[in-house]
């Protein structure tokens, strides 16, 4: 069975500070990875993916993960967060064994960007 | 939203009442997905569907049903509307089942059920 876990349902920082989102997964053969962002109102947007190809994934909007197996973690970061950021953040795993590409969702990350 | 599409945005409706949502796409992609949102659970697949005609349940369809009869449309139906079933429905559309592809998101339907 697969399941992604995300600490912290609130994250907050300040204009210009790291950003740092929290995903942990469980799978029991190499997992596919995602993020997604979700703006007030609107659906999810791919934010970037991991897919067994390089262990650091870079994103659009300057966010990048990276993967690390031994930690079972795919965490999500931005060097400096911009008011822009403030949205709600998936991350989401599948092993890509089940044939109609499902994924199983975290319970999200509400990332506040504060002046 | 890349072509897909939901409808409507928002509804209000009674317990015990049938409702249907809407998913249409304009992208010709095969596989379609209904989800729910709900705060502390993240996104739960309800149903799927991999072609015309073709649908599966997923972790949460108790109380839910779907049909597909042209590849542009997805109907989500809840059959008697219940308390628990308030909640934001999204959409998703995927054009092959290649798992590293993710998914394209609609808007989202805000369902209230009083």
């Known amino acids: 069975a697969q399941s992604v876990t995300q600490l912290g349902s609130h994250v907050s920082v300040s204009e210009g500070a790291l950003v740092l989102l929290r995903c942990n997964y469980s799978s029991s053969v190499p997992p596919y990875l995602f993020w997604y962002v979700q703006y007030p109102n609107q659906g999810l947007q791919l934010l970037l993916k991991?897919?067994?190809?390089?262990?650091l994934v870079k994103g659009i909007n300057g966010f990048e993960a990276e993967f690390k197996k031994s930690e079972t973690s795919f965490h999500l970061t931005k060097p400096s967060a911009h008011m822009s950021d403030a949205a709600e953040y998936f991350c989401?795993?599948?092993?890509?064994?089940?044939?109609?590409?499902?994924?199983?969702f975290g319970s999200g990350t509400k990332l506040n960007v504060k002046p | 939203d890349a072509g897909i599409t939901q409808s409507p945005r928002h509804k209000v409706t009674e317990t015990g009442t049938p409702v249907t949502l809407r998913c249409h796409q304009t992208e010709n992609h095969r596989y379609m997905y209904w989800y729910r949102q709900d705060p502390g659970h993240g996104l739960r697949l309800i149903h799927y569907s991999y072609g015309v005609k073709d649908t599966d349940k997923g972790e949460v369809s108790d109380g839910y049903s779907v049909s597909r009869s042209k590849t542009e449309d997805f109907l989500l139906t809840l059959e008697s509307a219940t308390s628990s079933q308030t909640s934001v429905y999204f959409c998703?559309?995927?054009?092959?089942?290649?798992?590293?592809?993710?998914?394209?998101f609609g808007s989202g339907t805000r369902l209230t059920v009083v």
């Open positions: 998703a559309i995927s054009e092959v089942h290649f798992v590293n592809y993710g998914y394209t």
């Open positions: 991991y897919t067994s190809a390089a262990t």
């Open positions: 989401a795993v599948s092993d890509g064994r089940d044939n109609f590409n499902k994924f199983y």
